[in-house]
């Protein structure tokens, strides 16, 4: 607006902001209508969220809780369980690909829990990590 002001035209203002001509017009359009204010940034809220942050806290819990604690027969969260779990508990519906969105704003990631047999003796396989798989591990040369 200051550039309009100056009495630069539309065009140049438009290619000395990388923008087209018809921006330029409409926001100039809109400041003779509305002054300055309707300038102004108006934030676009979008959808809204289908669970509020008590509920993504609460579910966080249920989730760290274990899928066994909730019914499923494995030790494995997957996107389908999750969506059955949010339906149960908060009688919302997911589909996994919006589940996977939550899981992202959550900042969690996919990941496989660490196979171990049922036989392994955790004693055992440390001392062996310890003595005997560090005296025969190779050195660099």
Do not use: C
């Amino acid at each position: 607006m200051e550039l309009l002001d100056a009495g630069y035209s539309q065009r140049r203002i438009a290619d000395e902001l990388g923008v087209t001509p018809s921006a330029v017009s409409r926001w100039a359009r809109q400041r003779r209508e509305g002054g300055d204010e309707a300038l102004a940034a108006k934030p676009h809220p979008g959808r809204p969220k289908k669970l509020n942050e008590r509920q993504i806290e609460n579910l966080v819990k249920l989730l760290l809780e274990g899928p066994r604690k909730h019914g499923f027969a494995t030790d494995l969260w997957t996107l389908p369980r999750i969506a059955e779990l949010i339906e149960r508990k908060f009688g919302v519906t997911f589909d996994p690909s919006g589940v996977w969105h939550v899981m992202q704003r959550l900042n969690w990631s996919p990941q496989k829990p660490e196979r171990q047999a049922r036989e392994q003796d955790v004693e055992a396989v440390e001392q062996w990590r310890t003595t005997t798989w560090s005296r025969i591990k190779k050195r660099p040369a």
